[in-house]
């Protein structure tokens, strides 16, 4: 089974309120990523969990959080959502890094 | 998507027909990997290469790191196989970051 679960699917959001994102696999594979997709661009890395280490993309640093409890789960966070972030959100997982990547069905986020 | 160049940006086929999708690296890519983006937006996991060829069905795709591309085969097109495809590369020194291109999208007619 090489599912990753995504939720919500759909999520709207008022400008300024924080945005909470979650994504889940039971592959049990060490790294987790969330990607950014917009209309007519290349999906963009946002930040990557390896075991429990956070990396963060140094221009996206400051304007995404996330959280990774436990093997299976990993969230992220945007604390004050604006019009910019309106997009769609990718989680993937991969058994290690420099080895497949396989994505969730998305989170279609629109800021309002 | 300057450091993955995926052409054509656009492709309209008859059912029926065959094509090829290209992605050309203007980094040093380790490995690649296609994806079907479906009407919903998921990205579906079509092929994972290190340089070499994989073929699954009516497609096929290779993979050269030393000219730096990569190439998708689709075999007798079905209306099924319409969507966006990336192609996205790893490179050496940047462990776990795929570098997207910005797709093709495909239409295929009847």
């Known amino acids: 089974d090489t599912t990753v679960k995504q939720n919500p699917r759909y999520k709207l959001a008022r400008v300024g309120k924080p945005v909470n994102l979650i994504c889940s696999q039971t592959?049990?594979?060490?790294?987790m990523y969330w990607y950014q997709k917009k209309p007519n661009q290349a999906p963009k890395l946002l930040l990557f969990y390896y075991d429990k280490i956070l990396n963060r993309e140094a221009d996206t640093f400051e304007k995404f959080q996330s959280s990774r409890p436990n093997n299976s789960f990993c969230s992220l966070y945007i604390g004050s959502a604006g019009l910019e972030y309106s997009a769609m959100y990718l989680c993937?997982?991969?058994?290690?890094?420099?080895?497949?990547?396989?994505f969730g069905p998305g989170t279609r986020l629109t800021v309002l | 998507g300057d450091k993955v160049k995926q052409s054509p940006s656009a492709l309209s086929l008859q059912e029926g027909t065959n094509s090829a999708l290209r992605c050309n690296f203007s980094?040093?890519?380790?490995?690649v990997q296609w994806f079907l983006q479906n009407p919903r937006g998921s990205l579906i996991n079509l092929f994972y290469l290190v340089p070499g060829t994989k073929e699954n069905g009516r497609l096929k795709s290779a993979f050269d790191s030393k000219e730096s591309y990569s190439t998708l085969h689709i075999r007798d097109a079905q209306l099924e196989d319409s969507g966006t495809y990336f192609c996205?590369?790893?490179?050496?020194?940047?462990?776990?970051?795929?570098?997207f291109g910005l797709g093709t999208t495909l239409q295929v007619q009847p």
């Open positions: 592959m049990n594979h060490d790294t």
């Open positions: 980094i040093a890519a380790t490995t």
């Open positions: 996205a590369a790893e490179t050496t020194g940047n462990t776990g970051k795929l570098i």
């Open positions: 993937a997982s991969s058994r290690a890094q420099k080895y497949e990547q396989y």
